[in-house]
């Protein structure tokens, strides 16, 4: 119980999904890329592993459905912040029905789980990014206002704030946190445009570290007992630029991660789960 | 006295009659004598009140046997403060600003006093009680005398009217003393005499708990008068969070001004009141005492049940049982609390049976935490919400989609729905202003804009939008200020409102209750009292009333003063930023004439530039004059001639003309108007300054033993007043000045600081060596001015030298007033310079610039170097300099006066190759400065933000001098990086132009005494 915001980056369970093998072909993707389902499992299984072993988070792994070809890409259907859980409605509307699934394990782990059931609302997980004191909401081409709304309905605690994200998929896209008031940013113009107006937004002081990739900016930060600051990243052999960035940072628990595969779908690491702090939860 | 048929018709004309013509001096003149008269009148007062007491009500009766005991301590209290507030008196409009600025100094002398007072209630009882009486006999009896009186109060004579509810009341006294005493709770004695007339009124006060509170006031009382009674009654010291407020004739929750007339602003006979939490402080941690944090708790809880305080369930759960734990103590298992019991208690909106569960079951997990404690928890967790603290106001944005305007500590919020989708910082604010409904704010240009951009919104109507202006004024005032605005001169037919807040910054708060020096004071946590007295002691839980009026606005006008170290930390940090405009536009003739009476009362008004007007000429000077340093002389000042304030305004309003004219419209001439009122106190301020300059330039060396010569110089101009210069002061500035904008600068430093830094100032004085580091940084505000202006002139450091006097000067004040105070302030202590140097660069100031020292032109702008200042004649010197491109500028300026200190100089300068461009510019205006000090080592950051006309174009450079100074030997190279450090932390866009160190050693003994 204690503070409202304590913790940040303290987990307990993660819920995270199997890849379908219609990934390959009819995964939502801004590129043309051709993913090889194999490698994209194989990393995936290597993610959920330090998630399990490494990191020793209850994981909660659903199955594939293999209608839902980015049914892996967990995070953009639900929003868990505290005990609650706001499940979502995607943006694309072929990924709708991913949330069923994941309502299901949420319930399941007891969570107070709000629904948007306005159809006039989209919201993908993957343009919230919690700050630990607040929300920004990118909106995208996957989330609207109507979202964001409720998004701040659902946590009325916390400011929302919104984004414009133009030139990519999702806020999250270029950004994420890396530690608390630590924001990773991506360092092309609409990254650094976007953090200037987050900047502006909040009255916080956030600080940041720029990465030469923007792809890169998207890492999990966790800090859990025992292991204090835990950062998984990007692989030296898929950015090595912001590798080094990332090496620099100090008193880290650095585990980079590699995500060659469904980056090719705009799978960022941070998409692939959905983190869940049961302990300090009241 | 004479018996009066309280009629509300006489009252209301009263009211409107009283509305346009407070001369304050004139009530001064009546006041006394009507002090005089009263006295003797006394006496048949209590005679004829007792007979009338029959007629009184009972309940009224019982008031007066309570009133009589309050009343005598505040009877003992407003004796001794009576002197005080004489002097302040005298000024024909008692500043509001003034007073403010005291408060410091004042809130010790006062606290001192209410202790006296307190520990002397009895002796004096007898006299208060007396008064008591003689009220109460007038209201009942003076009824028609009153009607007489009104036509003299057209005149602007204060009487006091009654109504029909009025009551008599030794209090009644204090109400009149109400009107003008601000920082002195107590009233001075002479209003109480106020022509025998004095006519009571009760006052509802709803209370936080729920509770009322009733008290008798006069009816002429001001705000103030009412509020401090009820601070008085709730033991509440760090009063300055809180305000009342009442209902409007439309029903719209309203702020009652301390400043104005209670009557003068409830238009109506209702005399209710409510008690609210005006400004959430953001740490609520960093409060003095529990008292307030309970306080505090009862308006949050009630915030959060009403759901103005949006949160979550489990949020609601939280602090729900953080309120069971403060208010019944420890979960009992044997006893569960029923749940009906429960339900009683209001702690949520939507409170369900879940939510009540989950209460309890929080409730058992804070077993053994204290009633405080509780509290604290509550109220950590109720401070991270995102709308803690957030004024939430409907507007319309310039399409006309429906969006909130929320005010708040950092700045104005805006929201669609619920979302955020702006934020402008305080510091992104240049101005703020209304017209009609339009609210308007002007914002800063970004780094990567060139021009300022003003973004307006629609407001329901006139009142909403200038309530908004007004919350806006006294967040931003509170929040962000050292001390009050400087109180504005009455000017002659000024258009727009005068509004400034008057209370005590949060900076002044806090020092004020660190002040604080009494055992905790109990009281009873029994909000609800209605719920169950029979706890007694037990708290009970004030949740349960939802009928309390809390105002939404609740905060709007208030005192505060609080400052923590951070907080201070922070405002260092956006002193460039801290001009701030605040225009207050559409006022009929009617509240104008109103204005100017509450004028002499509420001299921080701003005026009011159109708001979307072009972009105009600078009128940074007399922003300039604003800045705290000269805030807090021009206090001095006051507090010590007033009659000097006066004459000064009246040649500031000479000068408002001038400016007008020179300016462009009717329009400007408002915004021009407010702005002179800044320049009139910069001229005050100035003043001293000035002459100071004179003398002390000799005196160069920044060093602290010839900072002691200059101190008494400076002590003898203050008193002087030299009303002219002040005008011509003024017309000069307003010449650079542009139309734009009125602007309200946002004092960085504190008046607190002063005392703090006095003491370690002596001690350098006597230090022998001094090592000065200097750095001249290009804030980057300045940069953007600069683009805006397209000339790429830089103006190099002016008022550098003026800078160092001020510190001289400051040194002098802080040794003064530290004697008289002493902080103990954080390390980080900000030392409101004097300003006045920046200021300076009035024509005075320049003149006697050049005559006595050489100032090295840059580029064709003279501009007083720092460095080259600071030598003495007899000074051993010598000068290093590594510049590339402005070796020419560092050059040692000789003083006339040669100061018989004797030390040795050298002084090293590394300039940047940044300077160029040729500028007729106007030299510096020192906008700010502050001192931090620590414990060997004193730092001085000493902004300048200059402004320059050039052909049309304006060009503002804002340089920031640091000076470290220390009594020992210091690793300069290490000050000097890390000053460097901090300073390119706090504003990563500046660049650093210029290093100089100077190092002084003391070769014979010094002069000084």
């Known amino acids: ?282 | 006295m004479t018996t009066e048929v309280g009629s509300e018709t006489e009252v209301k004309e009263k009211a409107e009659e009283s509305a346009d013509q407070p001369d304050q001096s004139e009530k001064a003149t009546e006041e006394t004598q009507e002090v005089a008269s009263a006295e003797g009148e006394e006496k048949g007062k209590e005679k004829e009140g007792k007979g009338i007491s029959k007629f009184l009500p009972t309940w009224l009766k019982k008031q007066k046997s309570l009133s009589q005991t309050s009343p005598t301590k505040e009877a003992a209290l407003k004796e001794e403060a009576i002197s005080v507030e004489k002097q302040e008196e005298e000024g024909p409009a008692p500043e509001v600003n003034g007073l403010a600025d005291e408060v410091p100094e004042k809130e010790a002398v006062k606290s001192e006093q209410l202790k006296e007072k307190e520990e002397k209630p009895h002796s004096k009882a007898s006299t208060d009680t007396e008064p008591a009486k003689e009220e109460k006999v007038d209201e009942s009896v003076e009824k028609s005398p009153e009607e007489t009186k009104e036509t003299t109060e057209g005149q602007g004579v204060e009487e006091e009217k009654k109504e029909q509810e009025g009551e008599v009341q030794g209090e009644g006294e204090g109400g009149g003393g109400g009107e003008e005493g601000q920082t002195s709770i107590f009233q001075s004695p002479l209003r109480l005499v106020r022509k025998t007339k004095m006519k009571l009124v009760v006052c509802h006060v709803t209370l936080l708990d729920g509770t009322d509170f009733s008290c008798e006031v006069e009816k002429r009382a001001k705000g103030q008068f009412l509020f401090f009674k009820v601070c008085d009654h709730l033991n509440l010291l760090e009063k300055d969070y809180f305000g009342l407020t009442y209902k409007d004739n439309h029903e719209q929750t309203s702020c009652l001004d301390p400043m104005k007339e209670i009557k003068r602003q409830i238009r109506s006979n209702n005399w209710q009141f409510a008690f609210n939490v005006k400004f959430y402080p953001p740490d609520p941690s960093l409060l003095s005492e529990d008292i307030t944090r309970y306080l505090l708790c009862l308006q949050l809880r009630e915030d959060v049940a009403s759901g103005r305080l949006p949160c979550s369930f489990v949020t609601h759960a939280l602090l729900g049982s953080y309120t069971l734990q403060a208010e019944f103590g420890d979960y009992e298992p044997d006893q569960p609390r029923p749940v009906d019991f429960m339900s009683q208690l209001n702690f949520a909106p939507s409170q369900n049976k879940e939510m009540e569960e989950k209460i309890l079951e929080l409730h058992k997990s804070h077993r053994g935490m204290t009633p405080a404690q509780a509290d604290a928890q509550f109220l950590e967790n109720a401070k991270k919400l995102s709308m803690y603290g957030v004024d939430l106001h409907h507007a319309k944005d310039s399409e006309g989609v429906d969006i909130m305007l929320g005010v708040c500590a950092n700045g104005l919020l805006v929201y669609k729905d619920r979302l955020r989708i702006n934020r402008f910082a305080w510091p992104k604010i240049l101005k703020i202003s209304y017209k009609r409904n339009n609210f308007y704010i002007k914002i800063r240009p970004g780094e990567t804009e060139q021009f300022e951009s003003t973004v307006g919104f629609k407001l329901q109507n006139h009142r909403s939008a200038k309530r908004l202006w007004k919350v806006c004024v006294e967040n931003h005032s509170f929040f962000r200020l050292n001390t009050p605005e400087p109180p504005t001169k009455p000017r002659f037919l000024t258009l727009g409102s005068k509004f400034r807040y008057s209370g005590r910054t949060q900076a002044q708060t806090r020092t004020a209750s660190s002040l604080i020096d009494r055992p905790a004071p109990r009281f009873e946590r029994t909000s609800s009292k209605r719920i169950s007295r029979s706890l007694d002691g037990a708290p009970m839980i004030s949740i349960t009333e939802a009928g309390r009026d809390s105002a939404e606005n609740g905060r709007e006008h208030r005192l505060d003063d609080s400052k923590s170290p951070l907080r201070v930390h922070v405002d260092n940090i956006y002193v460039r930023h801290s001009n701030l405009m605040l225009e207050d536009h559409d006022k009929t003739q009617d509240e104008v004439l109103k204005h100017q009476a509450s004028i002499s009362q509420l001299k921080r008004s701003f005026m009011e530039a159109p708001p979307p007007s072009p972009p105009q000429t600078n009128q940074w000077e007399k922003r300039l004059t604003s800045s705290p340093a000269t805030a807090v002389r021009v206090q001095q000042q006051q507090v010590v001639s007033e009659p000097h304030a006066e004459a000064a305004a009246a040649a500031a309003a000479a000068a408002d003309f001038t400016i007008s004219d020179t300016k462009e419209s009717a329009k400007t001439a408002e915004v021009e108007i407010e702005e002179t009122v800044v320049i009139q106190e910069v001229s005050k301020a100035t003043k001293p300054a000035l002459i100071t300059v004179t003398t002390d330039s000799p005196a160069s060396a920044p060093t602290d033993q010839e900072t002691r010569e200059p101190e008494v110089t400076v002590q003898e101009e203050v008193a002087v007043p030299k009303d002219a210069k002040a005008a011509k002061q003024e017309s000069v500035s307003s010449e650079s000045e542009s139309e734009e904008e009125a602007e309200y600068h946002p004092n960085v430093s504190v008046s607190l600081s002063h005392t703090q830094i006095p003491e370690e100032k002596e001690e350098e004085d006597k230090e022998n060596e001094d090592e000065t580091a200097e750095q001249n940084m290009l804030a980057p505000d300045v940069s953007s001015h600069q683009a805006e202006t397209s000339h790429p002139a830089e103006d190099i450091s002016g008022g550098v030298v003026e800078s160092q006097k001020e510190d001289m000067k400051k040194n002098a004040e802080n040794e003064k007033e530290g004697r008289e105070t002493e902080d103990s302030t954080d390390d980080l202590m900000m030392t409101p310079e004097e300003t006045p140097n920046g200021v300076a660069l009035s024509e005075e100031a320049v003149a006697a610039h050049v005559e006595e020292e050489p100032e090295p032109r840059i580029n064709g702008e003279p501009r007083p170097q720092v460095i080259c200042y600071s030598e003495p004649p007899v000074v051993k010197t010598e000068m290093v300099t590594i510049s590339d491109t402005f070796a020419a500028q560092k050059t040692e300026i000789a003083t006339k006066e040669v100061p018989i200190v004797h030390t040795e100089t050298k002084t090293i300068t590394y300039e940047a190759a940044q300077l160029d461009g040729t500028g007729d510019g106007e030299p510096g205006v020192l906008m700010t400065a502050q001192t931090i000090t620590s414990e060997s080592l004193c730092t001085t950051t000493t902004t300048h933000i200059t402004k320059t006309l050039k052909g049309g174009l304006s060009e503002t450079r804002i340089e920031k001098r640091i000076v470290i100074t220390g009594d020992c030997d210091i690793d300069h190279d290490k000050a000097l990086a890390q000053a460097i450090k901090e300073a390119k932390e706090q504003h990563p866009d500046m660049s650093v132009t210029r290093v100089v160190v100077h190092k002084e050693t003391e070769l014979a003994e010094e002069e000084e005494d």
């Open chain 1, 1 to 282: 119980m204690a503070a409202l915001m304590a913790g940040f980056g303290l987990y307990t369970h993660a819920i995270v999904r199997r890849i379908p093998a219609s990934l390959a072909k009819e995964a939502l993707r801004t590129s043309e890329a051709e993913v090889d389902v194999d490698k994209a499992r194989g990393e995936h299984d290597a993610y959920v592993e330090v998630l399990r072993t490494r990191l020793g988070l209850d994981v909660v792994d659903l199955p594939a459905d293999e209608s839902f070809p980015d049914c892996v890409f967990v995070e953009d259907a639900a929003v868990v912040c505290g005990d609650t859980a706001l499940i979502t409605r995607p943006g694309a509307e072929s990924r709708r029905g991913e949330t069923e699934a994941m309502k299901r394990a949420l319930k399941a782990l007891n969570l107070n789980v709000v629904e948007m059931t306005d159809e006039n609302a989209t919201l993908d997980g993957g343009d919230v990014l919690f700050t630990g004191r607040e929300f920004f909401v990118g909106l995208s081409s996957r989330t609207n206002q109507r979202g964001a709304e409720i998004l701040a309905d659902a946590f009325k605690d916390y400011a929302v704030s919104t984004v414009p994200v133009l030139a990519s998929l999702h806020l999250k896209s270029f950004c994420s946190m890396g530690g608390p008031g630590l924001i990773v940013i991506g360092s092309s113009e609409p990254a650094q445009k976007a953090l200037k107006i987050m900047q502006q937004m909040s009255d916080h002081c956030y600080d940041k570290l720029t990465v030469p990739d923007d792809f890169a900016a998207n890492c999990i930060y966790m800090n859990l007992p025992d292991k204090g600051h835990v950062l998984l990243h990007c692989t030296a052999e898929q950015y090595p630029e912001s590798f080094k960035v990332f090496e620099k940072l100090k008193d880290y628990t650095l585990i980079p991660v590699s995500n060659m595969e469904k980056v090719k779908v705009d799978g960022a690491l941070t998409c692939c789960s959905i983190l869940i702090n049961k302990k300090g939860s009241i």
